[in-house]
C-alpha cells in the first residue's frame, strides 16, 4: 500500500516537471465560489525537486503528533479585511497569525519537511489543498524550493503548529501567475500546518 502510494507520488512529480498541469474544480456549497484546484501535482513548487530527494523516507527529527483532518482550513467566502486583523507583519510584507502553537525545534534551511495546506485567492477560491490529497507535501524548506512566503513562514514555525498567511504577490508568484490557475498579482492565503521535519 505504501509502495503504490509513492509510486502515484512519483508518477504525480514527474507529471509536474514535465509541464502537465491536472485541473479540476472541487464542490462548494450552493452560492460558494468553485474551486480549482491543480490536482496532485499542486502548485508551490518554484524550481524542480530531485524526486529521489523529494520522498524520501529517512526518519523524521520531529514530527506531529497527530495531523489535522483540515477541517480548520476550510473556507467557502471571500476574504474580508476583518479576517486579517490581530496579523503580525513581518519586515518583508507577509502577514500571518498563529492559530495554534507547536512545539520543540524549528527546521533550518535544507532541512526536509512534512507540511499540510490549503491555498486560497481572495476571493474565496481554493486552488490546491494537501489536505484534499490526505498526504503533506515533503520538500527542503528555505532553500527556494516554494514560493518565498512558504518559506519565510515555515523556517520560523515549530512541528504541529498552524498558521495562516496573507502572501503578497512578490513573495509568491508576482505578475506572471501560476499554473493557469493563480492570476498574476494575487496576494494569497494559506492555512499551513508543520508536520514535520526530517533528520
Known amino acids: ?14 507529471a509536474l516537471l514535465s509541464g502537465s498541469y491536472a485541473m479540476r474544480t472541487a464542490g462548494a456549497p450552493t452560492g460558494a465560489p468553485r474551486a480549482v484546484v491543480a490536482g496532485r501535482r499542486g502548485v508551490l513548487f518554484a524550481a524542480p525537486v530531485a524526486a529521489a530527494a523529494l520522498f524520501s523516507t ?12 483540515g477541517k480548520w482550513a476550510r473556507r467557502f467566502e471571500p476574504f474580508e479585511e476583518s479576517d486579517f486583523e490581530g496579523f503580525q507583519t513581518s519586515s518583508t510584507g507577509l502577514e500571518y497569525k498563529i492559530v495554534e502553537e507547536g512545539w520543540g525545534v524549528k527546521p533550518k534551511a535544507g532541512q526536509k519537511i512534512k507540511a499540510h495546506y490549503a491555498g486560497y485567492l481572495l476571493n474565496g477560491a481554493k486552488f490546491d489543498a494537501s489536505y ?15 514560493i518565498k512566503g512558504w ?10 503548529e498552524k498558521r495562516i498567511l496573507k502572501i503578497p504577490s512578490n513573495l509568491a508568484y508576482g505578475a506572471k501567475g501560476a499554473g493557469g490557475v493563480i492570476p498574476g498579482g494575487a496576494t494569497l492565503v494559506f492555512f499551513v500546518e508543520l508536520v514535520a521535519i526530517a533528520a
Open 132 to 146: 484534499d490529497r490526505g498526504s503533506p507535501l515533503a520538500f527542503e524548506v528555505g532553500v527556494g524550493r516554494v
Open 151 to 160: 518559506d519565510e513562514a515555515l523556517l520560523d514555525m515549530q512541528v504541529g
Open 1 to 14: 500500500m505504501v509502495a503504490s502510494r509513492q509510486l502515484a507520488q512519483l508518477s504525480a512529480l514527474a
Open 58 to 69: 529517512a526518519p523524521a527529527h520531529a514530527e506531529s503528533r497527530k495531523p489535522s483532518d
